[in-house]
T-cell receptor
Framework: AQSVTQLGSHVSVSEGALVLLRCNYSSSVPPYLFWYVQYPNQGLQLLLKYTSAATLVKGINGFEAEFKKSETSFHLTKPSAHMSDAAEYFCAVSSYGNNRLAFGKGNQVVVIP | DTEVTQTPKHLVMGMTNKKSLKCEQHMGHRAMYWYKQKAKKPPELMFVYSYEKLSINESVPSRFSPECPNSSLLNLHLHALQPEDSALYLC?????????????FGSGTQLSVL
């Protein structure tokens, strides 16, 4: 079975500071990895995904993530937080032939002015 | 059009009621999904339709009955629900149902069962 672990349900970051959300995965086959964002009262929106091409993936809204196989990690970063980044962020994993997307527990990001 | 549209946005129902949730997409996607999301929790997969056939049922109770009338529409029929079924129900679609594909989510139906 595949899974992802996101530590720390709430993450507070000052406006203009680095945003770092950690995601570690477990998979016996090459994984596909995703970061989704959910704003209040909305569905999920894809930020970025890794599907075995470049290990450094750039997404929307200035976010990027790096796939590190040796560390089984896919951490999400943004150099400078904006108030509009306040949302819930989910890391997720799937694999070839498997469209059961397994979500992590999520990180609630709070941006402090 | 890159939207997945869900109706209604809010639904309150009693435990003896029958209601339906609707989902529509016009992106030509051939895979459609139902997820259940409790507050402050990640979405949980319920059903997957691939090319209008039910391909995944995650052991969902029979009081939830999915239906895919055509490639653009997905329904979730609800009957004799329990208060613990109160949640946000999200519909999603993807191009062909492959694991590497982006999911497009609707805004959800917030369901309250009294």
């Amino acid at each position: 079975a595949q899974s992802v672990t996101q530590l720390g349900s709430h993450v507070s970051v000052s406006e203009g500071a680095l945003v770092l959300l950690r995601c570690n995965y477990s998979s016996s086959v090459p994984p596909y990895l995703f970061w989704y964002v959910q704003y209040p009262n909305q569905g999920l929106q894809l930020l970025l995904k890794y599907t075995s091409a470049a290990t450094l993936v750039k997404g929307i809204n200035g976010f990027e993530a790096e796939f590190k196989k040796s560390e089984t990690s896919f951490h999400l970063t943004k150099p400078s937080a904006h108030m509009s980044d306040a949302a819930e962020y989910f890391c997720a994993v799937s694999s070839y032939g498997n469209n059961r997307l397994a979500f992590g527990k999520g990180n609630q990001v709070v941006v402090i002015p | 059009d890159t939207e997945v549209t869900q109706t209604p946005k809010h639904l309150v129902m009693g435990m003896t009621n029958k209601k339906s949730l609707k989902c529509e997409q016009h992106m030509g996607h051939r895979a459609m999904y139902w997820y259940k999301q409790k507050a402050k929790k990640p979405p949980e997969l319920m059903f997957v339709y691939s090319y209008e056939k039910l391909s995944i049922n995650e052991s969902v109770p029979s009081r939830f009955s999915p239906e895919c009338p055509n490639s653009s529409l997905l329904n979730l029929h609800l009957h004799a629900l329990q208060p613990e079924d109160s949640a946000l129900y999200l519909c999603a679609s993807s191009q062909q149902g492959q694991g590497y594909e982006k999911l497009f989510f609707g805004s959800g139906t917030q369901l309250s069962v009294l």
